[in-house]
């Protein structure tokens, strides 16, 4: 079931024109950028989009402008995410599935440090449960953080589904943005 999801949603997603995802993004990003949650973070850990993922490269070069600190995600041993910390774009280089991480593994922040983590996914319920690309990264980092920190979803109208089905180990997001609304999941 979870696998005609993905299938479902990656058609459909890679089906996108670039002036979709970019329009669609934007209204997204205008979302993010109005939340309490954003506008007050210190430290912000994102995906870095590819492959139409709803883009973030904006909101990074924006939050380094406001002077954030913005940490990006490079896959370490057992499926595991380790925030690190960048300060431009030159810090990232393609790695595991040609998604940009960061070079260096210098510079890992602190998990429990993150005040909002930008959290990337192929399809979502209204209740915040997750669907991925199959490898759990996401539940295992997400199973890591502190009660306190803020975990935001960026998605598509599409990728909202009446229900995921859930294992054990999945993890929710607190809130779902896409271009039409802003999800509570909490
Ligand atoms: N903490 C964990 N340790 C070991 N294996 C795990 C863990 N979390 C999930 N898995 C395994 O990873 C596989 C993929 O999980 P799934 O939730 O379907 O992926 P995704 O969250 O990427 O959609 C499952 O077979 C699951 O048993
Ligand atoms: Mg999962």
Do not use: W
């Not at 492959?51 to 909101?59: D, G, K, L, P």
């Not at 896959?75 to 960061?102: Q, V």
């Not at 996401?138 to 109208?157: E, K, M, Q």
């Amino acid at each position: 079931m979870k696998n005609v999801i993905r299938q479902k949603v990656l058609n459909i997603r890679g089906s996108m024109s670039s002036e979709e995802v970019m329009e669609k993004s934007a209204k997204i990003h205008q979302k993010l950028y109005e939340t309490q949650h954003y506008q007050s973070a210190t430290t912000i850990m994102t995906y870095v989009d590819f492959q139409n993922e709803v883009e973030t490269r904006s909101i990074i070069a924006r939050a380094f402008q406001e002077g954030k600190n913005v940490a990006v995600p490079i896959c370490g041993s057992n499926y595991t995410l380790l925030p690190i910390k960048i300060e431009s774009f030159e810090d990232l280089e393609p790695g595991t599935m040609g998604i940009l991480e960061p070079k260096k593994t210098k510079n890992i922040i602190d998990v429990k440090k993150l005040d909002l983590v930008l959290v990337p996914g192929i399809a979502f319920d209204r209740k915040g449960n997750r669907l991925g690309y199959g490898l759990a990264y996401y539940d295992r980092f997400l199973n890591s953080l502190s009660p306190a920190t803020v975990t935001i979803a960026l998605a598509y109208g599409f990728q909202i589904f009446p229900t995921i089905p859930q294992e054990e180990h999945d993890h929710r997001v607190n809130i779902i943005i896409t271009e039409n609304e802003l999800i509570k999941c909490n």
